[in-house]
């Protein structure tokens, strides 16, 4: 059964510094890695999609990474800004039934 | 209206009531999904239509009843509902369920309290 886990659970950085979040999976057989971005009470909104044949995706100041062998993936956020304060939600979409599982996401706070 | 849509936004009903909740995407998509996200909980996958047809039933409870009438509309149909069942109720769609590499797109979820 596939277990999808983030670390840290919160985290809370000046303005500016480089980040990292972290997700691990437990079986590599999977469609995807996609990371989410949560803001307090809302729906959910699509950062980045990596496919099992990629190793990595970037989009801006964010850049996300997938090593399946490893059954793991980070989130990189370069020069954080207050407005990135939210949660990242870390997803695998599995190939045995095609369901896909959420990790608990990392609450993350940058202070100005 | 773009991307995916729910409504209400909000709701509170009683344990007795019946209520619907609705969820439109204006993305040609043809799979979409409904999930719960209760606090401190990820969030859990509960139903999903691929071409209008039932995929997946995770399991979820016989008081809530799902619908989807075309693959641009999918309702949950909820009746005498838990306090437990208390939670942020999220739509999503994706272009096709069996294509796993697609990218899922999500709306705005219906807060739900059941008093």
């Known amino acids: 059964k596939q277990e999808v886990t983030q670390i840290p659970a919160a985290l809370s950085v000046p303005e500016g510094e480089n980040l990292v979040l972290n997700c691990s999976f437990t079986d590599s057989a999977i469609y995807n890695l996609q990371w989410f971005r949560q803001d307090p009470g809302k729906g959910l909104t699509s950062l980045l999609l990596?496919?099992?044949?990629?190793r990595e995706q970037t989009s801006g100041r964010l850049n996300a990474s997938l090593d399946k062998s490893s059954g793991r993936s980070t989130l990189y956020i370069a020069a954080s800004q207050p407005g990135d304060s939210a949660t990242y939600l870390c997803?695998?979409?599995?190939?045995?039934?095609?369901?896909?599982?959420f990790g608990a996401g990392t609450r993350l706070f940058v202070k100005a | 209206e773009t991307g995916v849509t729910q409504t209400p936004r909000h709701l509170v009903m009683g344990m007795t009531n019946k209520k619907s909740l609705k969820c439109e995407q204006h993305l040609g998509h043809n799979a979409m999904y409904w999930y719960k996200q209760s606090a401190k909980k990820p969030l859990e996958l509960m139903f999903v239509?691929?071409?209008?047809?039932?995929?997946e039933n995770n399991s979820v409870p016989s008081r809530f009843s799902p619908e989807c009438p075309n693959s641009s509309h999918l309702f949950l149909h909820l009746h005498t509902l838990q306090p437990e069942d208390s939670a942020l109720y999220l739509c999503?769609?994706?272009?096709?369920?069996?294509?796993?590499?697609?990218?899922?797109?999500f709306g705005p979820g219906t807060r739900l309290t059941v008093t």
């Open positions: 997803a695998v979409r599995d190939t045995g039934g095609f369901k896909t599982i």
């Open positions: 990596i496919q099992s044949s990629q």
């Open positions: 239509y691929n071409f209008k047809e039932q995929t």
């Open positions: 999503a769609s994706s272009q096709d369920e069996l294509a796993g590499s697609y990218e899922q797109y």
